[in-house]
């Protein structure tokens, strides 16, 4: 149905498509704002180089690790040695103020419109800029929650206490054997509860989000709908950048924008009512939020 036509551009050169963008932020009925790690890394939240190096160069000189992704899927000797990385891994990206000031200014560009977020991101920025809460579907987990690994039920739990407590305690890469999580039902060791396989546990709140997004989207089939699609790849593209093109292409009075500091496409179908600006995203939101 879709063939892609490439578009890229910066901010020194897109200026046209960012009035444009303006305009259509200001004129929307709705917006429906889907978020990728692009929009994290532009935050603040890089998973390689300096931030690497000076929060893991413990494992990295015992392993030779390159980035923080791939550490995490290292078979670790003992779980007291897994979880010291992934304490710090989730304090580090989930519990520690945010870097930068993006996420608020994105906010700031939409609280007062009828908006939705869907992101695939887990580190939770979007609920702690202050966004409404009853407006974000995380698809893919949280790293502020932990799972049964087997699992043997459908819950989640909250860890900030347990993984600030195993921040603090660590040592020689390991934590305190009684600070490891097990499942309170069963009794199997917890793992987080991040979408990478199909025991990835969709709790209550991950259906009633998902609710509240259909319902949202059911809504706003027709009329002056922006599909307002940020740092989104291809890794996933099921789940936010095909679905906004579809939608958009359904809908006559639809606009789809993709803003990305990678590649930008956009299909032919609907290329007459779509924006496609390569440039970095905290230069592209910090502009947008310029009278």
């Known amino acids: 149905m879709y063939s892609k036509t490439k578009t890229t551009s910066s901010i020194e050169t897109c200026s046209s498509e960012l009035d444009a963008l303006k305009q259509a932020l200001s004129q929307a009925d709705a917006v429906v704002v889907g978020a990728g790690s692009g929009l994290s890394t532009a935050a603040g939240y890089t998973y390689t180089g300096e931030r690497f190096e000076r929060l893991f160069p413990d494992f990295i000189s015992a392993y030779g690790f390159t980035d923080m992704y791939s550490a995490g899927f290292y078979p670790y000797a003992t779980p007291e040695e897994q979880w010291a990385f992934w304490s710090r891994y989730i304090y580090w ?47 893919q987990g949280d790293y502020g929650l932990w799972q049964c690994s087997v699992p043997c039920h459908a819950e989640t739990y909250d860890n900030e206490a347990i993984v600030k407590k195993m921040v603090a305690q660590q040592a020689d890469r390991k934590v305190p054997a009684g600070l490891i999580p097990h499942c309170p039902k069963c009794g199997a060791p917890m793992t987080m509860n991040l979408r990478s396989d ?23 089939q027709k009329g002056n709908v922006l599909y307002l699609e940020l740092g989104v790849g291809y890794n996933t593209p099921g789940i936010i950048k095909y679905p906004f093109w579809q939608k958009t292409f359904s809908n006559g009075d639809a606009l789809y924008a993709c ?33």
Not at 133 to 138: A, C, E, G, S
Not at 198 to 220: I, P
Request: with cysteine; hydrophobic share 40%; net charge neutral.
């Open 93 to 139: 990206n989930r519990y520690v103020p945010m870097p930068t000031d993006l996420y608020e200014r994105l906010r700031h560009l939409v609280e007062k419109k009828d908006y939705f977020v869907l992101t695939t991101n887990v580190d939770h920025c979007f609920q702690r800029a202050g966004f409404d809460k009853k407006r974000l579907f995380y698809t």
């Open 198 to 220: 199909d025991t990835f546990v969709q709790d209550a709140g991950w259906y009633a989000a998902a609710e509240r997004y259909d319902h949202f989207v059911q809504a706003h």
């Open 259 to 291: 803003v990305n500091a990678g590649q930008t496409a956009v299909p032919k179908e609907i290329a007459g009512r779509s924006l496609c600006i390569q440039a970095d995203l905290a230069d592209v939101v910090r502009t947008l939020g310029q009278a």
